[in-house]
Every structure is written in C-alpha cells, then in structure tokens.
C-alpha cells in the first residue's frame, strides 16, 4: 500500500480554518496542495494515510501525539535531512522524500 | 561594585513557564525563556499558526480568557526577558544547557533553572494502537485546535481522564462526527472521592457538563469499558472493546484519540541532579520538590505539570511560586501575603486533584493483562511476550530490560512505551511497580540531527582547548 496514494483514504479532515493561502509540497514527484500554517504533518495526512513504514515491521506510521514527544511522525527531506512532521511548518515548495519503497 | 546578576533559564513557556518569567521581570529579574513551542503557550494554551482566524472562544472554549490572558502576560513581558521560541533544551549538565533551536546548536549557562516542562498524554498500549490514524488524546486536541484538523471520520474516543470528554466536546463542537466517548472509568470510581470533588468547585462543575453533554447530543458515551483491539487493513477502520458485561462490540471510525490522562515530563529535571521518587497515585518517577517548587536549593525549581501533573490552573500558581521561591533565596524582598495566598489556592486545587485521579483511575491494570503478541515499544516495535521471554534473564530493572529487549530503546526514550513496559516487568517479575525503577533520563532528551550532536562536540571540544 502506498503511503500517499490519490483517491485513498485521508487520515486528516479539514473542519476549519480553510480560508488560508494554498503552498505546494512535494512527496516524491508528486505535488500535494496545503494551506499555510499546515505543519508537514497536517499537509501529509490530508493527502494520505501515511507518513512512513516502520523500521521493524510491515506497518505504516502516521504520527501519534502531534506534539513532538513520540518520534513516531519523522519524514526525510530530499536534501536526505531528518526531520519531524508534527513540529515543521511546511513552507511552499518543500520536498520529502516518497518512502513508498519495494 | 554589585557581582554579576545571578542568570535564570525557566525552560518552557506555558502557564507555569509564563507566569514565572512575568513575576521575575516584575521584580527586576531578566530570565532566559526557552521554549520548545514556536509561539508560548504550552500544550494547554498552544495558539495556532499565523494566518489562523478562529478566535480564542473557539479555541479554548470555557477557558479562553485564561489562554488569553497566559499569552498576554508572555507577550508583555516579551521586551524584558531572553525569549527564545522552537528552541529545545537538550541537555542540562554543570550549569550549562545545550539547546537546539532555529540558528542551530547552542549552549546557554546558568545559575538557576527553573524547569516548566510540562506533560504528555499516558498510554496504555492494546493491539493494533500503531495502525495509522490512532493519536493521543492530546493529539487529536492539537489537530483540531492547532490545525483545524478532525484525526478521522468518525472519530472514538478511548480511555479515561478529563481530556476524554473535553476533547470529544471540541471535535463535536467543531463539527467533526464523534461515533463514541468509551471510558475504562465508571461512575462507580467516583462516588468514594466525591467530598474531595467538590474541593474542585467550578472546574469539578465544568467535568460533569463535559461529561454529560455528550448524552445530549446523542453521542454513545460507554464507561467500565476494556479496550480489545484496534483494526483495520494498514490503516484504522475499526474499534472493538468488551463493555462492562464482558460483551464484545466494534465500532467503525478512522480516528481514534487514546490517553489515560498525562504524564509529567521528567527527563530535564533528572539530568538536573534532582531526586527522584516514587508516586504511587500516578505511578511514575517524580522530581522531589517542596511546596514551592524547591528541588535543589537555590539551583533547581520545578513548575507546572512538568513536577507532577495538576493541571493548567495549577501550572501558573505553581510558576508563580517557584520565581518567589528564587526570588526569596536570593535575597530579593517579595510580598508574603502573596506567596500565603498562592498556597492556600494551590492546596485546595491538589485536593481536588487527587479526588480526580481516584475518579478516573488509570487502569494500569490492563497493560499487566495484554496478549503477548502486542506491540508496546511502538518505536522499536517490541511486544508484551518480549518483555515477558526477557524475564528469563531475570532483569532485576527496568534499564537492564531494556538493554535485554530494546523496549524503551527508541527515539522516543520510553517516553510513551516506558509507564506500560513497567507494568508487565513487575508483573512478570510478581514485584510491585516501584521495584522495576524507571527508564533513565539521558542526554539528549529528544533526537538530533547527526550533524548537531557533531557540532556541539565540536564546539565543547574547541571549548576544552581554549581553557
């Protein structure tokens, strides 16, 4: 299953506060529409189900306390730095590295 | 000629953080802020990003002046003090915080600190809790107050605590879809500590609307629950849990809030040298500090729920005393019919404090009982039996559990794993809790950068040289 596949279902619901400026993210080649503000988290998972696998299982991860304390939600960008999705706003034109892998 | 001022860093900028950085500037004093938040606040009292527009009503609901008026007095004070927002503390040692924050890795000395650190939801594992759309409680609160995000739709609510139905009040407020409020606490827990309910006055007034409410709105509230399962095909779908009749039922969503109430944030005050103790009521290790906040003479002052989770209101009371108490030590005059009056606040909200937790008990019960198949080191994904095999090894502690099974071994340091992973050594073991100690505090307190750790090295290296 990929993480962030068109159509599927999205893990985050939008119920307020869409009247902000749209940015563009990038996950892998693929452009995600977001609003500013979003933390890279919310950009994700509004187009998505999934930030990441787990390292030791066949699971999907998608964050879990949104508050910087669980390390669930790390993403890596394309320049291959590490970064948290719950606590990085994202900014227009941000690149992730698509995880989707074999 | 005066000796150089005594430097002061309160780390955190949340009600206890704010209100001790605004009662040291009112009596002359330039603190050092530290806050991990890029705008103050804390968890509590975060404010969302720029451009947002909901007004603090919206935000904080009954609690919106007191959100307001915690960012106001910050924002006041702003001029007089060294703010310094997205910036973590990382390390404490010898006087010396490492920080990193947005220019990079720093070092920031001081003579006292005063600690703010505030809490984290509590998290009793069950199967299927890593599936892709289950949160924390405050995490679920964070989405929609910070993001204007619902976790799901529909959303369940699962565990016990008063963010239970606060946080399911706000989604259905907001208009998400709430599909169950589902409480492992019963009515039942609750009558024994009402006198000491009442202790809470106005907030014990507010719980029982919040609890009540869902009822009105036809939200399925279920209390006496077990949690059974959560499921689904890579990512949430469902919840089962048995209701109070041993009856199983499944409720389909694709957001699920957890949390058990929250849990102090002890690692700073640990590598800060000071001593920890057992509590039995929130069975976790605990900075020791007296009523004002004093952990280490004149050094170490603890504020908030960072020193044992009491609450917001509580948090600033007790920021407020823990600057008088440095104040006090250091020789500078305070008004002591304040600090009488700040006590007398602060003891009756413990009172009402303690009847809560006995209210809405956690059921670390349940975390002894899991299937050995799950998952309770979400980070490293080490399972309950995996604990349990490494009994054989007969690890007399937590630590040396953890270096048998790696649970705790993860990014998040047992932050979220470590309260359960107790559970299941001392069951396993047949001891109490309190035997199997707790997972040490280490430097650094959250991950870094390869890259940040190389260049404090470096720069402590450099340091080394130059003396």
Same mark, same amino acid.
């Given at each position: 299953?990929?993480?962030?596949?068109?159509?599927?279902?999205?893990?985050?619901?939008?119920?307020?506060?869409?009247?902000?400026?749209?940015?563009?993210?990038?996950?892998?080649?693929?452009? *995600?529409?977001?609003?500013?503000? =979003?933390?890279? @988290?919310? #950009?994700?998972? $509004? /187009?998505?189900? &999934? *930030?990441?696998?787990?390292?030791? =299982?066949?699971? @999907?991860? #998608?964050?879990? $306390? /949104?508050?910087? &304390?669980?390390?669930?939600?790390?993403?890596?960008?394309?320049?291959?730095?590490?970064?948290?999705?719950?606590?990085?706003?994202?900014?227009?034109?941000?690149?992730?590295?698509?995880?989707?892998?074999? | 000629?005066?000796?150089?001022?005594?430097?002061?860093?309160?780390?955190?900028?949340?009600?206890?953080?704010?209100?001790?950085?605004?009662?040291?500037?009112?009596?002359?004093?330039?603190?050092?802020?530290?806050?991990?938040?890029?705008?103050?606040?804390?968890?509590?009292?975060?404010?969302?990003?720029?451009?947002?527009?909901?007004?603090?009503?919206?935000?904080?609901?009954?609690?919106?002046?007191?959100?307001?008026?915690?960012?106001?007095?910050?924002?006041?004070?702003?001029?007089?003090?060294?703010?310094?927002?997205?910036?973590?503390?990382?390390?404490?040692?010898?006087?010396?915080?490492?920080?990193?924050?947005?220019?990079?890795?720093?070092?920031?000395?001081?003579?006292?600190?005063?600690?703010?650190?505030?809490?984290?939801?509590?998290?009793?594992?069950?199967?299927?809790?890593?599936?892709?759309?289950?949160?924390?409680?405050?995490?679920?609160?964070?989405?929609?107050?910070?993001?204007?995000?619902?976790?799901?739709?529909?959303?369940?609510?699962?565990?016990?605590?008063?963010?239970?139905?606060?946080?399911?009040?706000?989604?259905?407020?907001?208009?998400?879809?709430?599909?169950?409020?589902?409480?492992?606490?019963?009515?039942?827990?609750?009558?024994?500590?009402?006198?000491?309910?009442?202790?809470?006055?106005?907030?014990?007034?507010?719980?029982?609307?919040?609890?009540?409410?869902?009822?009105?709105?036809?939200?399925?509230?279920?209390?006496?629950?077990?949690?059974?399962?959560?499921?689904?095909?890579?990512?949430?779908?469902?919840?089962?849990?048995?209701?109070?009749?041993?009856?199983?039922?499944?409720?389909?969503?694709?957001?699920?809030?957890?949390?058990?109430?929250?849990?102090?944030?002890?690692?700073?005050?640990?590598?800060?040298?000071?001593?920890?103790?057992?509590?039995?009521?929130?069975?976790?290790?605990?900075?020791?500090?007296?009523?004002?906040?004093?952990?280490?003479?004149?050094?170490?002052?603890?504020?908030?729920?960072?020193?044992?989770?009491?609450?917001?209101?509580?948090?600033?009371?007790?920021?407020?005393?823990?600057?008088?108490?440095?104040?006090?030590?250091?020789?500078?005059?305070?008004?002591?019919?304040?600090?009488?009056?700040?006590?007398?606040?602060?003891?009756?909200?413990?009172?009402?404090?303690?009847?809560?937790?006995?209210?809405?008990?956690?059921?670390?019960?349940?975390?002894?009982?899991?299937?050995?198949?799950?998952?309770?080191?979400?980070?490293?994904?080490?399972?309950?039996?995996?604990?349990?095999?490494?009994?054989?090894?007969?690890?007399?502690?937590?630590?040396?559990?953890?270096?048998?099974?790696?649970?705790?071994?993860?990014?998040?340091?047992?932050?979220?794993?470590?309260?359960?992973?107790?559970?299941?050594?001392?069951?396993?073991?047949?001891?109490?809790?309190?035997?199997?100690?707790?997972?040490?505090?280490?430097?650094?307190?959250?991950?870094?950068?390869?890259?940040?750790?190389?260049?404090?090295?470096?720069?402590?290296?450099?340091?080394?040289?130059?003396?």
């Amino acid at each position: 299953m990929s993480t962030q596949s068109p159509g599927a279902t999205c893990r985050l619901v939008r119920v307020a506060e869409t009247e902000r400026p749209g940015v563009t993210v990038f996950h892998g080649a693929r452009p *995600l529409p977001a609003l500013a503000g =979003d933390t890279l @988290l919310t #950009a994700l998972l $509004c /187009n998505g189900v &999934a *930030l990441r696998r787990s390292e030791f =299982d066949e699971g @999907l991860r #998608a964050g879990f $306390c /949104n508050m910087g &304390a669980c390390q669930d939600c790390w993403v890596t960008l394309e320049d291959g730095s590490r970064i948290r999705a719950c606590t990085t706003e994202v900014q227009d034109g941000m690149r992730i590295r698509a995880l989707d892998g074999p | 000629m005066s000796e150089r001022a005594p430097a002061v860093l309160i780390v955190g900028a949340g009600p206890a953080g704010t209100r001790a950085a605004e009662t040291l500037v009112a009596h002359g004093v330039r603190p050092v802020v530290v806050d991990e938040g890029l705008r103050s606040g804390g968890q509590i009292y975060r404010q969302p990003p720029e451009g947002f527009s909901r007004p603090a009503s919206a935000l904080y609901g009954f609690e919106a002046r007191k959100a307001e008026a915690v960012h106001a007095a910050l924002a006041a004070v702003r001029e007089s003090i060294d703010y310094r927002p997205g910036t973590l503390v990382w390390n404490v040692e010898g006087g010396v915080a490492q920080t990193l924050g947005p220019e990079g890795v720093g070092r920031i000395a001081f003579d006292s600190l005063i600690l703010a650190t505030g809490a984290m939801d509590r998290v009793i594992p069950f199967p299927g809790w890593t599936l892709p759309g289950a949160f924390t409680m405050g995490g679920a609160q964070v989405a929609l107050k910070a993001q204007g995000c619902a976790i799901g739709e529909p959303v369940v609510f699962m565990g016990t605590g008063p963010l239970l139905y606060l946080v399911a009040y706000q989604y259905a407020h907001a208009g998400a879809r709430v599909a169950a409020i589902l409480d492992t606490s019963s009515a039942a827990d609750a009558l024994p500590v009402l006198p000491g309910l009442l202790w809470g006055g106005r907030t014990f007034a507010k719980g029982l609307w919040y609890m009540t409410w869902p009822r009105t709105a036809g939200i399925p509230v279920r209390r006496g629950i077990v949690p059974v399962a959560a499921e689904g095909e890579g990512a949430l779908e469902a919840v089962r849990y048995r209701d109070r009749r041993g009856r199983e039922h499944r409720v389909a969503c694709t957001g699920l809030g957890i949390g058990y109430g929250v849990k102090s944030e002890v690692q700073l005050a640990e590598l800060a040298g000071c001593e920890m103790a057992f509590d039995p009521l929130a069975q976790q290790w605990l900075p020791e500090a007296d009523g004002d906040g004093r952990a280490r003479d004149g050094a170490v002052y603890l504020a908030g729920d960072g020193a044992g989770v009491a609450g917001a209101d509580a948090a600033e009371l007790r920021g407020r005393l823990a600057a008088l108490a440095w104040l006090a030590d250091h020789g500078i005059a305070v008004d002591r019919g304040e600090r009488a009056r700040l006590r007398a606040k602060l003891r009756r909200i413990m009172r009402f404090r303690d009847a809560l937790e006995r209210a809405l008990p956690v059921p670390f019960h349940l975390a002894r009982a899991l299937p050995d198949e799950t998952v309770i080191c979400r980070c490293e994904v080490i399972t309950a039996g995996e604990i349990r095999q490494g009994r054989a090894l007969d690890p007399a502690e937590l630590n040396r559990a953890k270096a048998y099974t790696r649970v705790g071994m993860g990014r998040c340091q047992g932050r979220v794993c470590g309260p359960a992973a107790a559970q299941i050594l001392a069951d396993a073991r047949g001891c109490d809790v309190a035997e199997v100690g707790r997972l040490r505090g280490q430097a650094p307190v959250k991950p870094l950068g390869i890259r940040a750790g190389a260049l404090a090295a470096v720069e402590d290296n450099s340091r080394a040289a130059s003396i």
